[in-house]
Nanobody, 127 residues
Framework: QVQLAESGGGLVQPGGSLRLSCAASGRSFSGATMAWFRQAPGKEREFVAAFRRSGGDTFYGEAVKGRFTIPRRNAETTFFLQMDRLQSDDSAIYYC????????????????????WGQGTQVTVSS
């Protein structure tokens, strides 16, 4: 059974940092596309960032570009999101997700193309 488990969320002040982790189990993710999405109350699920293990390339949503980073060295079973210069608009539930294969660029921002999802971790940015 495939499982994705997020951790690292919490309450942080504006301008602060958090590092989210996603522990993956139940199958090989050696060639997978791993991603983070987020959803705030009353809003649609939003693409945050993605990492294609085959090639090691990363992609970011416009709202987080320059502030959030996926470390290029991710273990096969653990996936991270480094979030810096957090803003109140970043408050949301953050979800780790995975697609078994390498998604093409035009598909990796669409949540419907991912097969496995974690339960989410709450991030709240507030003073």
């Amino acid at each position: 059974q495939v499982q994705l488990a997020e951790s690292g969320g919490g309450l942080v002040q504006p301008g602060g940092s958090l590092r989210l982790s996603c522990a993956a189990s139940g199958r090989s993710f050696s060639g997978a596309t791993m991603a983070w999405f987020r959803q705030a109350p009353g809003k649609e699920r939003e693409f945050v960032a993605a990492f294609r293990r085959s090639g090691g390339d990363t992609f970011y949503g416009e709202a987080v570009k320059g502030r959030f980073t996926i470390p290029r060295r991710n273990a096969e079973t653990t996936f991270f999101l480094q979030m810096d210069r957090l803003q109140s608009d970043d408050s949301a539930i953050y979800y780790c997700t995975a697609a078994p294969g390498r998604l093409i660029v035009t598909r990796l921002r669409d949540a419907g193309n991912y097969d496995y999802w974690g339960q989410g971790t709450q991030v709240t940015v507030s003073s």
